[in-house]
């Protein structure tokens, strides 16, 4: 009995000291855990360029609050083109042709551009369908010199870093054979940059916030009839998403803050010696199934 109270202390000692190393390496494994949660080259640290549609607004409206929208809206009567069936095979035939020739072109040139061109273009992004006809839509326009640097610099600079640090070896190594890097001239030669924001929220008549249903979607949408608006008059772009930006470029642009940067796109002609990789695209039975 004597030799079991001596030695209590040992045992006590010895568990206590099992149960450190354990903790210890529990604490460990759940620092690697968020250390690799927190990789800087992660790529998706944007908060702009995350769908806010599932968040709600704060508690500051009434779940029936009015939302902008006549409580009865009119309807009018409605009657659409209706081709022939040879008609409607050649129409869908020749805009396909067209959508086709579409290239991502990174070189452009100076060479003016008729605004009122850019002004038609936007216009028919602005067609596009959204959540409850909310168009949370804002196409900022840059055709100031000055401002194109601004925003050249403010890019590149992020871009370096995404490049070195947030993109990974994979991502980076991945866009090596189409030859892309941070450096983004075309930002200053296009005659036309277009920045595209979704309003993630608008306001009432009361100041209130107002629910933009599916912004990101809506907004997407409106950016794809935008691309093919621009294929439709003769002009080209590159899609930019550049990560990390869109907090400086809001203010730059004297946004609000309820508008997130979503897409910039440089707008103009290719110069003459323009360059596209040579790629193809995925024939129709990879990317349609027929039930």
């Not at 216009?123 to 900022?140: D, I, K, Q």
Request: with cysteine; net charge neutral; hydrophobic share 35%.
């Amino acid at each position: 009995m004597a030799l079991f109270s001596s030695l209590t202390p040992v045992f006590i000692a010895i568990i206590c000291v099992l149960i450190g190393v354990i903790m210890k390496k529990t604490n460990r494994e759940k620092e690697k855990r968020d250390t690799k949660s927190k990789h800087p080259s992660r790529p998706w640290v944007d908060e702009d360029l995350k769908d806010g549609t599932d968040h709600p607004l704060e508690e500051e409206e009434g779940e029936e609050e009015w939302q902008g929208l006549e409580e009865n809206v009119a309807h009018v009567p409605f009657t659409g083109e209706r081709y022939s069936e040879a008609e409607m095979i050649k129409r869908s035939q020749t805009f396909y042709e067209l959508l086709n020739k579409r290239r991502s072109v990174r070189f452009l040139s100076d060479e003016p551009v008729p605004r009122e061109v850019i002004d038609n273009v936007i216009r028919t992004a602005g067609t596009s369908p959204s959540g409850a006809h909310t168009e949370p839509w804002t196409f900022v326009v840059v055709q100031d010199p000055n401002l194109k640097h601004k925003i050249r610099e403010i890019v590149e600079e992020e871009e370096e870093i995404n490049y070195k640090k947030r993109m990974g070896d994979r991502w980076v190594n991945d866009l090596k054979r189409l030859r892309t890097n941070w450096i983004k001239e075309y930002l200053d030669t296009a005659p036309y940059l277009i920045l595209i924001f979704k309003q993630v929220y608008g306001r009432l008549p009361n100041g209130k916030k107002k629910t933009h249903y599916y912004n990101e979607i809506s907004v997407s949408i409106a950016c794809g009839i935008l691309l093919a608006a621009l294929q439709n008059a003769g002009l080209y772009t590159v899609t930019s998403t550049p990560l990390n930006c869109g907090p400086q470029l809001r203010v730059l642009l004297q946004r609000p803050a309820n508008e997130k940067l979503l897409l910039l796109l440089p707008v103009g002609y290719p110069k003459k010696d323009a360059t596209v990789p040579a790629l193809t695209r995925k024939p129709l039975e990879d990317i349609m199934v027929v039930m």
